[in-house]
């Protein structure tokens, strides 16, 4: 099993290399035709929002939780198959076909499933284990010992993150669609929240700090950054009308690409984690 897990992920990462390489010489999708034809979003058009109900299977992470608001994924958030995951998030989100591949066959195995045969439902992707991806400090929800249910969102922690966005977007015709996040206003943010983990006596290690800079790298990159489209994605779990992902590249989102964001969002992090524990010591 781990001998074929090592060739799965040289093959992956020599797949997602190519694709990297393919895209850099590439013509990217025009404006409105990110998402394709045919495919739920195309234009634009998303299908009918619907919050979830008593028995539904949500988890850790907003963006499954809108695809299964939206019916891209089975509403219920029940007996998904793993191929379905990845065509989906694909055709939704933009990411390559590589990285689509990628992470449904990572959860997989942190849940000891079989990519190709198995299903899961939602709820079992925030399993807590040295491979899951749900984590402490998390920007959008409470710490599993203060809310075992991590398919909920903590509405306080996500306003206390959008009021420090401080970038403009000076394209926006709309002023008030102009505010954004930052790789800096994430970066802080995020070690606001690893420090108070510290200060109650938490630690993350190192693969879940990755994953914590890994969903703040998503907001900016795929989401784009701009907080009038971060508040219904991180709050209702909801896709906002006429939206389409940041990324208009043919290829999708690499890993290679993303990893670009992530480690300098990560170091950042620790940068700013530094800064507070020396202002600490000096106050």
Same mark, same amino acid.
């Given at each position: ?130 491979? #899951?991806?749900?984590?402490? !400090?998390? +920007?959008? *929800? ?6 075992? @249910?991590?398919?909920?969102?903590? %509405? ?55 994953? #914590?800079?890994?969903?703040? !790298?998503? +907001?900016? *990159? ?6 009038? @489209?971060?508040?219904?994605?991180? %709050? ?48």
């Amino acid at each position: 099993m781990a001998i074929t897990s090592i060739f799965n992920d040289a093959f992956v990462l020599t797949w997602d290399f190519i694709l990297t390489i393919v895209d850099a010489v590439t013509p990217s999708h025009p404006a409105g035709h990110v998402v394709p034809a045919g495919h739920p979003g195309a234009g634009g058009e998303w299908p009918e929002y619907v919050s979830p109900g008593e028995g539904d299977s949500r988890c850790a992470c907003p963006m499954l939780n809108a695809m299964a608001n939206h019916g891209i994924l089975p509403h219920d958030g029940k007996n998904i198959s793993f191929k379905t995951m990845n065509e989906t998030i694909r055709s939704t989100y933009n990411f390559s076909p590589s990285f689509c591949y990628f992470v449904p066959n990572y959860i997989a195995r942190a849940l000891d499933k079989d990519y190709f045969k198995d299903t899961f439902d939602l709820e079992q992707i925030s399993v807590r284990n040295d491979k #899951g991806i749900e984590h402490d !400090a998390s +920007l959008t *929800r409470e710490d599993v010992r203060f809310q075992p @249910d991590q398919g909920k969102p903590h %509405i306080p922690f996500i306003n206390e993150l959008l009021a420090t966005a401080s970038g403009k977007d000076t394209s926006a015709e709309d002023p008030e669609n102009a505010l954004m996040l930052t790789s800096d206003d994430l970066a802080r943010y995020s070690a606001k929240r690893r420090t108070d983990l510290e200060n109650i006596g938490g630690k993350l290690d190192f693969i879940h700090k990755m994953f #914590g800079s890994s969903n703040s !790298a998503t +907001l900016l *990159r795929i989401v784009g950054g701009h907080v009038s @489209d971060l508040r219904p994605f991180l %709050i209702d779990e909801r896709i906002p009308d006429k939206w389409e992902p940041a990324i208009r590249s043919r290829v999708g989102l690499t890993m290679a690409r993303f990893n670009l964001t992530v480690l300098p969002l990560e170091f950042s992090t620790r940068k700013h984690m530094k800064a507070l524990a020396k202002a600490k010591k000096s106050g």
